[in-house]
């Protein structure tokens, strides 16, 4: 039962739970089990809340005996980064210089699904601040990906697409400042949706403006869910937007029979590998099975822009929200945010409103783009996952620069638009990956319904990475 458990999707796992046939002590006992098995070969959860975890869940056991009304994820076990606050929980955002915080008040969207009736099971680890693509730091080491341990899961929500990948837990909060979300879902063969910007209210803190919340799942009708309980207008948030009229996990199973879709292997610029492009291309090809019309074609804007665009309003960001370091905090920091807090204080006003207007430019030309198609298909990330520590230098046998093989998400942290990583195949070595699903802006539910109707047609969930069965 317990394995059963483990992999029941949260929608499901909600449903039995309302009519009493699992207990919510059953399953957050089953999946904290599972956890002090596996979680040490992963390292996915930097933090494991097991007296938190079965408080609550004794609770909604009584709550569901006394007919209390319940919410939409009564009993339900997730996790939570450790870049978001739970109050009373430290929340070290992968750094040492935060190693002894502890949060005196919650993140937004984490309170939201607490007060669903989500039960706390832990943090999950993150590089620190959340800055580079891979789940690694000083604080808590690698996060190891479920399908091949020497390998990384990326980042920055590496360590939650790791717990969902390996059935530590059916809801992941997750957070996407360049493809932190989408990333980690590729290289782990889950699903994962960065939302319209503003859709899940925020904190203020680094990366303002660019960095989404949103979930990480292993079934987008799961993800619909998780979405549904963190959306919604914030007061203190005056970046977030009015509360969505629809339902996302009504309008999930709606199909996309007549949309346009747009194919576009490289955006114009993106190196990738042939295997890759070759997967995520067939896959895309099946959206004609489900009434779309697909043609290959590209935004139009150039990688450079977008990259230097992105490095100048993130780095900037950063400056500002770390401030003033003594030497010694300088020293706790790794290279990464080194480098960010240099480059954003070097930055000029006149360079940051060029950068805005740069992104302007990308906002205006995908505007266009949308104008005639109603999706973007890409691959969500040039290569499977890689060797950890070693990322690749070379894609398709042409040199990159660091980073280059993750060109593909952070053009649309700067649009806001939503999109998400569907999996859609493996490599040949085994290891996932993940097809780009690119919508308008405030059309989430309808990249939702897209992946969706993809995972009806070409299931993934069931298939179970090795160091998990």
């Known amino acids: 039962m317990h394995d059963e458990i483990a992999w029941m999707p949260a929608t499901e796992m909600a449903a039995a739970i309302r009519s009493k046939k699992l207990s919510p002590v059953e399953v957050t006992r089953a999946l904290l089990d599972r956890i002090d098995a596996i979680n040490p070969a992963l390292n996915a959860y930097c933090l494991v809340t097991p007296e938190m975890a079965m408080a609550a869940a004794k609770e909604a056991e009584a709550a569901v005996m006394r007919g209390d009304a319940l919410g939409p994820l009564h009993g339900v076990p997730v996790s939570i980064k450790d870049l978001f606050d739970v109050k009373g929980l430290p929340t070290t955002k992968g750094s040492l210089l935060y190693k002894d915080h502890i949060a005196d008040g919650w993140e937004f969207c984490a309170k939201r699904l607490i007060d669903a009736g989500g039960v706390h099971l832990g943090k ?13 730091n000083r604080l808590f080491g690698p996060t190891n990906n479920p399908w091949d341990l020497a390998r990384t899961p990326g980042g920055s929500s590496g360590g939650a697409a790791a717990a969902v990948a390996a059935g530590l837990g059916p809801i992941a909060l997750s957070s996407d400042g360049g493809g932190s979300i989408r990333i980690p879902a590729s290289f782990c063969g889950v699903f994962g949706i960065k939302p319209t910007y503003g859709r899940i209210p925020r904190k203020p803190g680094g990366w303002t403006t660019m960095t989404h919340r949103g979930p990480t799942t292993r079934t987008v009708t799961d993800a619909a869910l998780a979405l549904e309980v963190m959306s919604g207008h914030e007061p203190e948030d005056p970046f977030s937007i009015v509360d969505y009229p629809g339902s996302f996990l009504d309008e999930v199973n709606l199909g996309v029979k007549g949309l346009r879709v747009a194919w576009s292997p490289d955006l114009g610029y993106a190196p990738v590998e042939p295997e890759v492009r070759a997967i995520c291309e067939a896959a895309a090809k099946r959206f004609a099975d489900l009434g779309c019309i697909v043609e290959e074609a590209s935004p139009g804007f150039p990688s450079p822009t977008a990259d230097l665009t992105f490095f100048t309003s993130a780095a900037t960001a950063d400056a500002v ?16 945010a080194r480098v960010f807090l240099a480059f954003g204080k070097k930055t000029t006003g006149m360079q940051l409103i060029q950068a805005e207007r740069r992104r302007m430019s990308i906002w205006q030309t995908m505007q266009r783009f949308h104008e005639t198609y109603d999706l973007l298909l890409t691959p969500a990330v040039s290569c499977t996952a890689f060797p950890t520590g070693h990322p690749p230098t070379m894609i398709a046998g042409t040199e990159i620069a660091e980073f280059g093989w993750m060109t593909y998400t952070n053009p649309f942290n700067l649009t806001g638009q939503p999109a998400a990583s569907v999996p859609c195949g493996f490599d040949a070595r085994g290891l996932p990956v993940g097809l780009h699903v690119i919508g308008r802006a405030y059309e989430d539910s309808l990249v939702l319904r897209a992946c969706r ?17």
């Open 321 to 336: 929200w770390l401030g003033e370091l003594s030497p010694e905090q300088l020293e706790l920091l790794d290279k990464p």
């Open 453 to 469: 109707a993809f995972e009806q047609m070409q299931p993934w969930a069931a298939k179970r990475p090795a160091v998990a069965v």
């Open 124 to 136: 999950t680890n993150t590089p620190e601040f959340g800055f580079i693509p891979m789940t690694e």
